[in-house]
């Protein structure tokens, strides 16, 4: 299948500073990719639709100028949780879609703790 | 709405039976992908099978089978010889236009030696 990477897979980040996520689809381009949370023993939540070279589409109660979403090309979409509060610990997954097959595949994952 | 309904929280199955897990779905689309996803403790996702909407035929992966009824609008996956690895959550999706890609609950599946 194809191949999806996300990095990094843990960071640890002081409360009131940024960090950014990346999410590469290695051999396929993704012309849309998501972003999921994932809290404990919970299902994934859908937090934001990426496409390349436009604005994302952010989900209800998912605030924008908090969860910075960027893709600015067809193997790149990243993540950067501005001004981070421990309460926006958690894990972080990307998927993207392989147009040409219709198949979402996954990123390893990322876990934030924010201190 | 667009929606998946997983109505199994947790499954268990004895070390190299057979086990079915239930998914249900609602869209008012005619043309979409069904996938069932398993996540392991390291909390990888992968994709175990994927099933076109347009095809009749069920889908099938090795030990891992799906009955695949559109005008139901169900899609259970069948687990056969279950192994010890196979204990994961699973998730049920589907995706519509390549933008909408909507997950169930998930079910969380124990093997038993």
């Known amino acids: 299948g194809a191949v999806v990477s996300q990095h990094p897979s843990w960071v640890i980040c002081k409360s009131g500073t940024s960090v950014k996520i990346e999410c590469r689809s290695l051999?396929?381009?993704?012309?849309?990719m998501f972003w999921y949370r994932q809290f404990p023993k919970q299902s994934l939540m859908l937090m934001a639709t990426s496409n390349e070279g436009s604005k994302a589409t952010y989900e209800q109660g998912v605030e924008k100028d908090k969860f910075l979403i960027n893709h600015a090309s067809l193997t790149l979409s990243t993540l950067t949780v501005t001004s981070a509060h421990p309460e926006d610990s958690s894990f972080y997954i990307c998927?993207?879609?392989?147009?040409?097959?219709?198949?979402?595949?996954f990123g390893e994952g990322s876990w934030l703790t924010v201190v | 709405a667009q929606t998946v309904t997983q109505s199994q929280p947790e499954m268990s199955v004895q070390e190299a039976e057979t086990v079915t897990l239930s998914c249900t779905y609602d869209?008012?689309?005619?043309?979409?992908?069904l996938f069932w996803y398993k996540q392991p403790p390291s909390r990888q996702m992968i994709l175990v099978i994927r099933q076109e909407a347009y095809k009749q035929q069920n889908a099938t992966e090795n030990r891992f089978s799906v009955n695949f009824q559109k005008a139901a609008k169900s899609f259970s996956l069948k687990i056969s010889d279950s192994q010890l690895g196979d204990a994961a959550m699973y998730f049920c999706?589907?995706?519509?236009?390549?933008?909408?890609?909507?997950f169930g609950p998930g079910t969380r599946l124990s093997v038993l030696p």
């Open positions: 999706a589907y995706l519509i236009n390549g933008q909408n890609f909507v």
């Open positions: 998927s993207a879609d392989t147009q040409a097959r219709n198949t979402i595949y």
């Open positions: 051999d396929f381009q993704a012309t849309t």
């Open positions: 869209t008012s689309e005619s043309d979409y992908y």
